[in-house]
Nanobody
Framework: QVQLVESGGGLVQAGGSLRLSCAAS????????MGWYRQAPGKQRDLVAR???????IVADSVKGRFTISRGNAKNTVSLQMNSLKPEDTAVYYC?????????WGQGTQVTVSS
């Protein structure tokens, strides 16, 4: 089992920045990749960014150039630096980890961007 705990959400004005962090615990050995997804009210959960064990990343077009994903040296943490935030970035942000054939989710953290 892998447990994920997110932190760093909050309320920010448009154009501002936030940094989300996610820490994995439990059976963290061989976590293949970690990532961030978001879900706005009434919408599906969408990929924001993923980072793989080899360091490669996938970043959604809607946030490319504004958001940066990174993993800690211990490989059990993942962060999302969010700059130039827009009201449409408002959502609950979820951390995800993939280990073997299993997917794990955090509880989510609210990000609200006011105009």
């Amino acid at each position: 089992q892998v447990q994920l705990v997110e932190s760093g959400g909050g309320l920010v004005q448009a154009g501002g920045s936030l940094r989300l962090s996610c820490a994995a615990s439990g059976s963290i050995f061989s976590i293949n990749d970690m990532g961030w997804y978001r879900q706005a009210p009434g919408k599906q959960r969408d990929l924001v960014a993923r980072i793989f064990s080899g360091g490669g990343t996938i970043v959604a077009d809607s946030v490319k150039g504004r958001f940066t994903i990174s993993r800690g040296n211990a490989k059990n943490t993942v962060s999302l630096q969010m700059n130039s935030l827009k009201p449409e970035d408002t959502a609950v942000y979820y951390c995800k980890a993939v280990r073997g054939g299993n997917t794990y989710w955090g509880q989510g953290t609210q990000v609200t961007v006011s105009s």
